[in-house]
Nanobody, 129 residues
Framework: QVQLVEFGGGLVQTGGSLRLSCAASGRSFRDYAMGWFRQAPGKEREFIATIGYLGNRQFYADSVKGRFTISRDNGENTVTLYLQMNNLQPQDTAVYYC????????????????????WGQGTQVTISS
């Protein structure tokens, strides 16, 4: 059974930090690029960061570049995806989703939500001003 489960959301003050985790299992996710997306109320789901299946290439949205860091741990049965978020701002408030690419062996350059075929349930991140 394919599962992507996010952890680590919460409420923090402006300028604070959070680390999101996503445990992906049920498929050989070590062969898939993975990414983080977010969706704020009334807005479309947007790309935040992606990482290639080898973990050696990362891509970021301009809005988070220099503040967020994506990484992954390719375990034997479970791949864990991380998103370290620093200097959080109220505009970062959203539901954050982890996702795995629809295709095998991608380098992380895919960034449209339609390119991702496996999704977690999302975790709420709220930044208070």
């Amino acid at each position: 059974q394919v599962q992507l489960v996010e952890f680590g959301g919460g409420l923090v003050q402006t300028g604070g930090s959070l680390r999101l985790s996503c445990a992906a299992s049920g498929r050989s996710f070590r062969d898939y690029a993975m990414g983080w997306f977010r969706q704020a109320p009334g807005k479309e789901r947007e790309f935040i960061a992606t990482i290639g299946y080898l973990g050696n290439r990362q891509f970021y949205a301009d809005s988070v570049k220099g503040r967020f860091t994506i990484s992954r741990d390719n375990g034997e049965n479970t791949v864990t995806l991380y998103l370290q978020m620093n200097n959080l701002q109220p505009q970062d408030t959203a539901v954050y989703y982890c996702a795995a690419d629809r295709f095998l062996l991608r380098d992380g350059s895919d960034r449209a939500p339609a390119d991702f075929g496996f999704w977690g349930q999302g975790t709420q991140v709220t930044i208070s001003s």
